[in-house]
């Protein structure tokens, strides 16, 4: 059996869409050990991407040139004003379709393509290409960002130009998939799909990573330490959980004395933090550091490792950090929307919280706590949703 892949990033650090998609090709590797799989990896920039590291037979990393003509910007400043349609974006997608359209499709039995971040181009160069009718395409993230739960944007002309593109992608496609169930109904929805949507849950594996650096890690400094490493945007909320956290050490000095919060984040909201909590001497809002680094501190300096979906009301989009956490077994706290991804993955209901309630918020840290306290016995909040049999399971059914 033969494989192609056609990824837009491939990064071991500072990008989720990189880690999960490197696992992707590990999981894919496992499930059919004796294929042929080859990788076509285009890019805006030339990067360190360890691409050594991928179990596969040749990957050839293509570098895209997006700075555009004085003319395509000029001519767009008037194009997308009249006819709604961006010559920027169309002229970056030519860019990728030059490249897609160079490849000999014919010789793989499986082609599938992965996107990335909010623009999507490795998914809309193909359209009207031959080897779009022989594609599987994967959505890390919905498109148009306007569909984005949580972006806080109103859908533009613009926006429903792009989306009349993405339907005709679609359209085209031998099939499509999303990385989580609900965000799998809602494009197979709202991009008029006559085919399913399939769900191939994010991934995670370390043996494509070089997990070595721990120069940057800061050890723990009291017996239980909760930590956050992440983004705040798209109405992931921190502020609620912190507030909790302040009136469980305010209520009960014991907390204060055995208890520690540790903040890696980037994005909305870091400077209204940092000035709430300024002089909350067991929170600690630190710099972001590397894959690695990171990784270290939430596997072996946290005791509770908190996740925050996106908000305020629905998340459609699984969490990539949910993949990594399951392998380690960690105890973690998802705060989340009355109705989430999550919340239809997370077998035991200590293991997830309302966002929008500091109450339950309060009570179930409080609970996780208590018991690392007492306890620092391996859980498993996400079952088996991320095992490699489940896994090839949903791989196959997507292929069939």
């Known amino acids: 059996m033969r494989f192609l892949v056609i990824a837009q990033d491939l990064r071991v650090s500072g990008t989720s869409a990189g880690i999960v998609t490197r696992s992707l090709i590990v999981k894919l590797r496992m499930a059919y050990p004796e294929a042929i799989i080859d990788v076509c990896y285009i890019i805006h920039r030339d990067t360190e991407d360890a691409l050594d590291l991928l179990p596969v ?20 400043w008037f194009y997308w004003r009249l006819f709604h349609v961006s010559l920027n974006e169309r002229y970056i997608q030519k860019q990728y379709g030059k490249f897609i359209a160079s490849i000999n499709h014919d010789s793989y039995d499986h082609i599938l393509i992965t996107s990335s971040g909010t623009e999507h181009e490795s998914i809309l160069a193909t359209h009207n290409l031959p080897i779009l009718k022989r594609a599987t395409l994967i959505f ?4 148009p960002l306007a569909w984005y739960v949580g972006a806080n944007k109103t859908p533009s002309k613009l926006d429903l130009f792009r989306l009349k593109q993405v339907m005709e992608v679609v359209e085209q496609s031998k099939s499509c998939a999303s990385t989580a169930k609900f965000m799998s109904h809602d494009l197979q929805h709202l ?36 930590s ?3 983004a705040l945007m798209y109405g992931r909320n921190l502020m609620n959980l ?18 520690e919060f540790i903040i890696r984040a980037k994005g ?5 933090l940092k000035s709430r909590f300024k002089g909350v001497s067991n929170i600690h809002i630190l710099e972001t550091i590397g894959f690695s680094n990171s990784s270290y501190e939430q596997v072996h300096e946290s005791d509770i490792v908190i996740i925050l979906e996106n908000g305020p009301y629905y998340c459609n989009i699984l969490v990539g950090k949910s993949a990594f956490l399951a392998n380690y077994h960690k105890p973690v706290l998802c705060v989340s929307p009355e109705k989430s991804e999550l919340r239809n993955i997370i077998t035991d209901d200590k293991f997830i919280a309302d966002m929008n309630d500091l109450d339950d918020l309060k009570v179930k840290l409080l609970n996780l706590i208590k018991d690392r306290i007492n306890s620092n016995q391996p859980v498993n909040p996400f079952g088996d949703y991320f095992s490699d049999d489940n896994f090839k399971k949903a791989l196959n059914i997507m292929l069939s």
């Not at 037979?57 to 767009?76: D, G, L, Q």
């Open 191 to 226: 991009f008029a799909s006559k085919k399913k949507f399939h769900t191939l849950p994010h991934q995670f594996d370390t043996s494509v990573f070089d997990m070595s650096d721990e120069s940057q890690v800061r050890k723990k400094q009291k017996k239980i330490s909760i």
């Open 57 to 76: 037979n040749s990957v050839n990393k293509h570098i895209v040139n997006n700075i555009r003509p004085f003319y395509v910007t000029f001519i767009n």
């Open 268 to 272: 909305d909201g870091l400077k209204d």
């Open 228 to 230: 956050y490493h992440g």
């Open 140 to 143: 890390h993230d919905p498109y």
């Open 242 to 259: 912190l507030l909790a956290y302040e009136c469980i050490i305010q209520e009960n000095s014991e907390y204060k004395e055995l208890t």
